[in-house]
């Protein structure tokens, strides 16, 4: 049995991964169709989490593309959807989300897109009662302190499962001078409806506006190496999250830049170290991730933080007539 502590209205983090940057519809809706190196993509994550404690493991399942860059002059369309879910406690507690994305962007001269993007969809969450044991519960009967679940908890719950509707909005905007020069910050609210989540009878609680920020830039600093900075920062209620690094490609086939090999490292303040290493085949990107726990938490988890997997595929459409022939690629690419 494994004990979990239920409130009407708590404070925390949603569900996240530490490579952001691979998971574009979750971190910010207008990054829906915005693909600087491609004109759609999919991708995939998979996060694990505290596997010696109380285990967390993480998905999603993601995709999106451009539609009308070949006909508008100066701006397209952004489709896309994400599915998201996550198991907690083994099984515990689980949700599933998915979710529908759509963004405009526009063209601000040659050199410049801002975009406005918007996702909703449905959350789902299960609890399984039957796991879950609570502090009425403990009997000391014998002498030493376990827990009965013959005894009653104390709670009243009004449901085993509830879903609600969900809604983000998000802006972002780049600035590309050059071919070898690309830079973007974004910012998006997450809950903008603050939906209610409760499963207690009487429970009013309702989930805070996440609010999300983030800086990127792809630098080519030689024929054969293409740098890219990231900052990102959250904070949602009473909980906020920090990360800072970089990653870097280096090219192993020459121009085209078919085979790649990846590697960099990040920190999320007063939490973990982060690195990070991958490989690109072609259009096909996979990158693994390890938080290594460095704070004081890590006596608990013994510097296993989590593992992280992401696997991404960046597409060109194959004919795409009209004024962007010039500049297909808006960052830097080999």
């Known amino acids: 049995m494994v004990t979990v502590v239920l409130a009407n209205n708590s404070q925390g983090q949603d569900l996240h991964f530490s490579q952001f940057f691979n998971s574009p519809l979750t971190t910010n809706p207008a990054n829906t169709g915005f ?25 999603s399942v993601f995709g999106d593309a451009q539609l009308l860059r070949d006909k508008w002059y100066y701006g397209w369309i952004g489709i896309g959807g994400v599915l998201l879910g996550d198991n907690a406690g083994n099984g ?62 104390g709670e009243s719950f009004a449901n085993s499962s509830i879903h609600y509707f969900d809604l983000q909005a998000g802006m972002n905007y780049a600035y590309f001078p050059t071919d070898n020069i690309y830079l973007n910050a974004g910012f998006s609210v997450q809950h903008l409806n603050t939906p209610k989540e409760t499963f207690l009878a009487g429970g009013t609680n309702e989930i ?36 800072l690094g970089a990653w870097a490609a280096y090219n192993l086939s020459g121009e085209g830049g078919a085979f790649q090999f990846l590697a960099g490292a990040y920190y999320r303040l007063n939490d973990a170290l982060i690195p990070l290493i991958g490989y690109q085949l072609r259009q096909w990107r996979l990158m693994f991730t390890y938080d290594v726990t460095v704070s004081s938490f890590n006596s608990a988890d013994k510097s296993q933080g989590a593992y992280e997997v992401s696997l991404v595929y960046l597409g060109l459409y194959s004919k795409l007539n009209g004024h962007f022939n010039k500049r297909t690629y808006l960052c830097p690419h080999f």
């Open 35 to 59: 693909i600087p190196d491609a004109n759609y993509r999919i991708g995939m994550n998979y996060r694990n989490q505290w596997s010696n404690i109380v285990p967390y493991k993480t998905y």
């Open 92 to 153: 515990i507690l689980t949700s599933n989300k998915l979710y529908a994305s759509i963004a405009y962007h526009q063209l601000l001269g040659d050199n410049s897109l801002l975009t406005l993007g918007f996702n909703g969809g449905i959350a789902m969450k299960r609890i399984d009662i039957s796991k879950l044991t609570f502090p009425d519960q403990f009997n000391d009967a014998y002498g030493k302190w376990f827990f009965d679940t013959k005894l009653p908890s």
């Open 208 to 243: 805070g506006r996440r609010y999300t920020g983030f800086l990127n830039a792809s630098i080519k600093v030689s024929p054969n190496v293409i740098i890219n900075p990231n900052a990102y920062y959250s904070n949602q209620s009473k909980a906020s999250e920090t990360v």
